[in-house]
């Protein structure tokens, strides 16, 4: 069975219980098989990119196959919300929904889309139709609006991210799509083997000793990084790792570097 998210956001955790870790987020239309029925709760796995954990069954609704037919379709030629945080409103009952970065809008037109029928409107100023060129100064222009976005274990939205969950959305403006986590990203694109041959958007790793992928940012040149450790930010990036102004001290071990 095929559900979609009709939330701005709904929280994706480790076990059936509120109290669990939440390991990712659903953002608003997109779509999940269901894997396991308990009461109240299902565990599912996200279409768009394998995630799999519990979910409320009351914050996701099951589609029809004629719908789940439709909404498939109509997804491929998607615009998506491109600022961290927008507002659509609903043409049946006239509410507000929030919308965060990296929500697809099917059926769009002139600040108008559609999801199972039901019209919204939105800012036509808040949506990309086309997936922005990869760049240094689109990409500038792009994460300025998400500094100081506060970090959060498991979150992909403006009120919270964490260091996967940035480059999987900000990736997602420029028609890049990536796995969840940073152990996962590490293995998609092409390798740059030297800091010096970096470009702007390639996604820069970092380890622990043990050599186990922990963290993740973009790239915007060959001696800055901007990802989300503490909250969103711009720090110094060289063949160590990121240099924090703030501590005086390095943070981040550098680990590999990928071209999408």
Request: glycine share 8%; aromatic share 6%.
């Amino acid at each position: 069975m095929v559900s979609i998210a009709l939330h701005s956001v709904v929280p994706v955790r480790a076990e059936a219980r509120e109290s669990a870790e939440q390991s990712t987020q659903m953002l608003f239309g997109e779509l999940c098989t269901i894997l396991e029925q308990i009461p109240r709760w299902n565990r599912i796995k996200l279409l768009s990119d394998g995630q799999e954990g519990w979910v409320d069954a009351k914050m996701i609704a099951p589609m029809n196959t004629e719908e789940e037919k439709g909404y498939r379709a109509a997804l491929k030629d998607a615009a998506m919300v491109a600022m961290p945080m927008a507002y659509a409103v609903s043409e049946n009952n006239g509410q507000t929904i929030p919308l965060t970065a990296g929500t697809r809008l099917t059926n769009y037109k002139d600040g108008r889309f559609e999801v199972l029928g039901v019209g919204f409107r939105i800012d036509p100023s808040m949506v990309l139709t086309t997936p922005h060129e990869l760049n240094q100064g689109n990409l500038l222009q792009t994460v300025r609006f998400f500094i100081n976005i506060p970090y959060l274990w498991g979150g992909k939205n403006a009120l919270g991210m964490d260091c996967s969950g940035f480059t999987q959305v900000v990736m997602s403006l420029f028609g890049k799509s990536i796995l969840r986590n940073a152990g996962e990203q590490v293995r998609q694109g092409l390798e740059v083997k030297k800091l010096k041959d970096v470009q702007a958007g390639d996604l820069v790793f970092f380890d622990h000793e043990d050599g186990k992928i922990s963290h993740v940012g973009i790239a915007i040149d060959d001696n800055r990084v901007i990802h989300c450790s503490g909250r969103v930010k711009v720090e110094k990036l060289d063949e160590t790792g990121i240099f924090s102004a703030e501590q005086g001290a390095y943070t981040h071990h550098l680990a590999a570097i990928r071209r999408l």
